[in-house]
């Protein structure tokens, strides 16, 4: 085949993607009716953080605009997804009464995101906040540091090609995926208030992605509580306490501060260990008093039956817990494991799965604990696995 084929046919598979840019400026004429051009069979908007993967998502981001129409690609350093898609579906519920292909395109649109877990979680949030009638998938590019979410949809944890051919590749992935459901979880904090001053945590813009909508309740909100401040947010992945949680938002603190240093998933990766080890996550017994081990600063409750609370049993060497959402974490161990047939009879615990409902609770004493992941069979410790509203966690002051 000469190259001339090979770009009529590379030109023919990227029109099944392109949307046209109508869509994006109703007030062009609409020329689509009565058009010999087909509609496009998977169309997609794209949305890539530029700052992610060091220098791949502002290459990625480019690779992209020059495929595809560059108004479908959007630089979420530049714009917010919530403000973009709002746009788009307000669109095309404008352009509906004169064009069929708008509804088309509604009925059949995808979303991409590049990004690491939070900027994943970012759109799921979003997507979800929109309350759309027919909310479209969302396939999710790894272009981060633990790249949870994609690895346990498929989409692998390894940062991709910036290429055409590689960007055609995950093009084509898309277009043969399978729609996946998963389960979304919210979160309520509540800080008892202070005599006097204010008490409001970290300012939600420093928060990562991955909580989305962190905010504070109104004081008319049925969930306030007199004389605590409320606060909510979301989560798809995974939620901790402890250590590990300690070295995770040191790590998103120091990428804040200093993005120049974070250039690639290796060097993440190796930060990510270092911090772990000034925080103490390796050598918890120096470090790490276990007047501060969970079991000491909070009590976790679990619902069995409903309405009714009762107190989990934490041993007191546990120095963090992790929440699971995914089967998954840090880059693609499995803390929960698969149990076998007599815990699953005598506990009842099943295998976990991205939309069975149930969050599974998981304990672990230090980092050198999370190593037995790396074994066969092996797994943190079992703490419980719980259904929708069964979960509740106390700190006291």
């Not at 990625?60 to 479908?72: A, F, H, V, W």
């Not at 307000?90 to 690491?116: C, F, H, T, Y």
């Not at 976990?352 to 797994?379: C, K, M, S, T």
Request: charged letters at 20%; glycine letters at 8%.
């Amino acid at each position: 085949m000469d190259a001339a084929a090979t770009d009529s046919v590379s030109e023919s598979t990227l029109n099944e993607f392109r949307i046209p840019s109508f869509i994006f400026q109703p007030e062009l004429e609409v020329s689509d009716d009565g058009s010999p051009s087909p509609p496009p069979q998977y169309p997609v908007l794209v949305f890539i953080n530029s700052k992610s993967g060091g220098q791949l998502g502002g290459d990625l981001l480019l690779t992209y605009r020059s495929l595809l129409n560059e108004k479908q690609v959007f630089d979420l350093g530049e714009e917010a997804p919530d403000k973009v898609l709002r746009r788009i579906y307000l669109n095309l519920e404008m352009l509906k009464p004169r064009s069929k292909l708008a509804d088309e395109i509604q009925q059949r649109l995808r979303i991409i995101v590049a990004g690491g877990d939070g900027t994943a979680g970012w759109l799921l949030g979003v997507v979800c906040d929109l309350k759309l009638s027919h909310p479209p998938p969302i396939a999710t590019v790894p272009l981060g540091t633990g790249n949870n979410l994609p690895f346990a949809f498929g989409w692998g944890k390894k940062n991709p090609g910036t290429d055409p051919n590689s960007v055609m590749s995950f093009l084509n992935q898309v277009k043969k995926a399978k729609e996946m459901k998963i389960d979304n979880w919210h979160i309520l904090m509540r800080m008892r208030a202070p005599r006097g001053g204010p008490c409001d945590p970290i300012a939600p813009l420093e928060l990562p992605h991955s909580l989305h909508a962190f905010q504070r309740v109104s004081p008319t909100d049925e969930l306030n509580v007199e004389g605590y401040h409320t606060f909510r947010g979301g989560f798809w992945n995974y939620f901790s306490m402890g250590m590990d949680a300690q070295v995770s938002y040191a790590f998103h603190s120091e990428r804040k501060l200093h993005p120049e240093k974070f250039k690639n998933q290796l060097v993440n990766q190796s930060t990510y260990a270092k911090l772990g080890c000034t925080q103490g996550w390796f050598f918890a017994s120096l470090f790490h008093p276990t007047s501060k081990n969970i079991a000491q600063l909070a009590k976790v409750k679990v619902m069995k039956r409903h309405g009714q609370w009762q107190d989990l049993h934490i041993p007191h060497s546990i120095r963090s817990i992790v929440c699971l959402n995914l089967p998954s974490f840090s880059g693609g161990l499995s803390p929960w494991g698969t149990p076998n047939s007599k815990k699953q009879r005598d506990r009842d615990l099943t295998p976990p799965y991205v939309d069975d409902g149930l969050l599974e609770v998981v304990g672990f004493r230090d980092a050198w604990h999370g190593l037995v992941l790396l074994a066969p069979n092996g797994h943190g410790t079992r703490l419980a696995q719980v259904r929708n509203k069964t979960v509740g966690i106390q700190i006291p002051n």
